[in-house]
């Protein structure tokens, strides 16, 4: 998740404001009692802290939640679990990676979600009848699902609008199998969006990508 994809779900959840602070060679020497008094009290002007049971800060995570416990009323939250396993970043990672949406889903609370602006791309799928929106994924480190093609839904420029589809993730074999692409595939839909912004909610896994003998295949 992108970080400004972090501060508009904090914001949906409550937050009256989300600080980003940097975190450079002076943030990561700053000594746990350091952090408490520079960050915590000067900056942030925190009378209570909640914190998840894992957390650690200060140089080399010296500091732990009984350390902040000290000087601010803390509350530690335990971790969440499901299926009997915590649920963690890791975890949801290398589902994505599997293209397992849907225990992606179960896990965040929420469905995946790509955004992306609509490129120019061969139109190759609009000579068959089957048009599809190239998008652009920015920044280049957020995390793209296994290749295959996905059940989505569609929301386009914030519009409250939506629109179900197909997106399909790889490397398109039938037509140079070289270039990774995503194209997503509007149902009932055929109006010029180049330069859009698309929001793609990832529904379920349909099936991996299959090369067929030709484009009318």
């Known amino acids: 998740t992108t970080l400004e994809d972090r501060v508009q779900l904090l ?8 600080a980003v602070i940097e975190f450079d060679r002076e943030f990561a020497n700053l000594t746990p009692a350091e952090f408490i008094k520079d960050i915590l ?3 942030l002007s925190a009378s209570e802290v909640v914190v998840g049971e894992n957390f650690t800060f200060g140089n080399k995570a010296a500091g732990k939640s009984k350390d902040l416990a000290a000087v601010l009323p803390t509350h530690v939250v335990p971790l969440v679990e499901s299926g009997g396993e915590v649920i963690s970043s890791t975890r949801i990672r290398n589902l994505l990676i599997a293209g397992d949406v849907t225990q992606v889903e179960i896990l965040l609370g929420r469905r995946f979600t790509l955004s992306g ?5 061969e139109a190759r799928g609009r000579k068959i009848g089957y048009p599809t929106a190239n998008l652009h994924i920015a920044p280049e480190e957020k995390l793209i699902p296994s290749d295959g093609v996905y059940a989505v839904r569609v929301t386009i420029n914030d519009a409250k609008e939506v629109y179900m589809g197909m997106m399909n993730i790889g490397v398109r074999p039938t037509i140079d199998g070289k270039k990774r692409v995503v194209e997503v595939n509007i149902f009932d839909f055929d109006a010029d ?12 896994y349909l099936r991996g990508e299959v090369k067929f003998e030709g484009l009318e295949g």
């Open 11 to 18: 914001q949906a959840a409550g937050a009256d404001a989300v």
């Open 41 to 43: 009290v000067d900056k």
């Open 193 to 204: 969006i180049y330069g859009a912004q698309l929001k793609v909610e990832l529904y379920y």
């Open 117 to 121: 602006e609509v490129i120019h791309g």
